[in-house]
């Protein structure tokens, strides 16, 4: 019925970027997306949101770094993050949200940010 699955996470050095993909398939349409991510040991935070509307939300650690974006032709969320650190490590999974239905969450990727 809905599938996530992320991809584009990797091993990078402090001050580098990736971009992360989430591509989705749904028989409804999307509404809100979203990027959370979890460090060892730590809960599952939010990273950056995506309403409907257009307006987005971004923890205060990514504000300036990091970028939400959707392309709705390619059923496709991304995540650019630019100027890594290491305190950026960790499993970072999308969750989205569609029409009449519930929210769901992709398997996750790995970010890690040397040191």
């Known amino acids: 019925q809905v599938q996530l699955a992320e991809s584009g996470g990797g091993l990078v050095q402090p001050g580098g970027s990736l971009r992360l993909s989430c591509v989705y398939r749904?028989?409804?349409?999307?509404?809100?997306a979203g990027w959370y991510r979890q460090a060892p040991g730590k809960q599952r935070d939010l990273v950056a949101l995506f309403k409907r509307g257009g307006a987005v939300n971004y923890a205060d650690s990514v504000k300036g770094r990091f970028t939400i974006s959707i392309d709705n032709a390619k059923n496709t969320v991304y995540l650019q993050m630019n100027s890594l650190k290491p305190e950026d490590t960790a499993v970072y999974y999308c969750n989205a949200r569609f029409e009449f239905m519930g929210d769901y969450w992709g398997p996750g990727t790995q970010v890690t940010v040397s040191s």
């Open positions: 749904s028989i409804s349409k999307l509404t809100d």
